[in-house]
């Protein structure tokens, strides 16, 4: 049974021509930072640069530029109002988790930004899931579940995801403070983003936002009190 649902998920694959993502270097990030970036403890896919001696706390004040779509030369071309949707939506995310550390202002609300961090990032490839390929993987999986079976889930063929690039400087030095190549994709055990177009490439930007923010926290900075009421 496990070689016979192995085969129709190799079919699929080969149908689809679905490559999954990966770290990315798109030219968003200048060329000398992308040599400075290597994996680390507990982020082993990613590419992380990190200043040596950096002191978050220091830091008060986030500004946070537009989220830009940069493709690498084999991300697919998306129609101008899914690029505008998928940009706000990573941008939402950054403010969100950016907010948790930092204040999140307007570059003219700054003023010399010496307390800021200005945040810009990058959406640099996406998928979409195809439920009409995930739908076999997923019943099959379902199927051997309810009959007492111990499959594993099947990985889905065209479960969607995304890569991204950001890099946060110093507001007023433009020093290099945090930078990093993230990507995620589908995994099994979220069924309803095998269902829905974006939704594992949306929950690829709050990972993203997340590890950056967890930089940030690594090196000093502090939660902001929770707002009352």
Not at 23 to 35: A, D, K, N, Q, R
Not at 54 to 63: E, G, H, N
Not at 143 to 168: V, Y
Not at 186 to 205: D, E, L, T, V
């Amino acid at each position: 049974m496990t070689t016979r649902h192995g085969g129709c998920v190799l079919a699929l694959l080969m149908m689809t021509g679905c490559a999954g993502q990966k770290v990315t270097h798109s030219g968003f990030l200048p060329e000398e930072t992308y040599g400075e970036m290597t994996p680390q403890k507990g982020h082993v896919d990613d590419h992380i640069y990190v200043k040596p001696g950096l002191d978050a706390s220091r830091y008060t004040l986030a500004v946070i530029d537009p989220v830009a779509w940069h493709p690498i030369a084999k991300a697919p071309h998306l129609k101008p109002e899914v690029e505008t949707r998928m940009t706000d939506a990573f941008n939402t995310e950054i403010k969100k988790q950016v907010g948790k550390i930092y204040r999140v202002v307007d570059a003219s609300e700054c003023g010399a930004c010496t307390e800021a961090v200005h945040i810009r990032a990058a959406i640099t490839n996406i998928r979409r899931s195809k439920w009409y390929y995930n739908a076999i993987p997923v019943v099959a999986g379902f199927a051997a579940g309810a009959a007492g079976g111990g499959m594993p889930p099947i990985p889905p063929p065209a479960p969607g995801g995304a890569s991204e690039e950001l890099i946060a400087v110093d507001g007023a030095t433009g020093e290099t403070l945090v930078a990093i190549a993230t990507y995620n994709n589908g995994m099994p055990w979220n069924m309803m983003g095998q269902w829905i177009p974006y939704s594992h490439a949306k929950r690829a930007f709050h990972l993203a936002s997340a590890l950056l923010v967890e930089e940030f926290t690594k090196n000093g900075a502090k939660p902001l009190p929770t707002p009352k009421g």
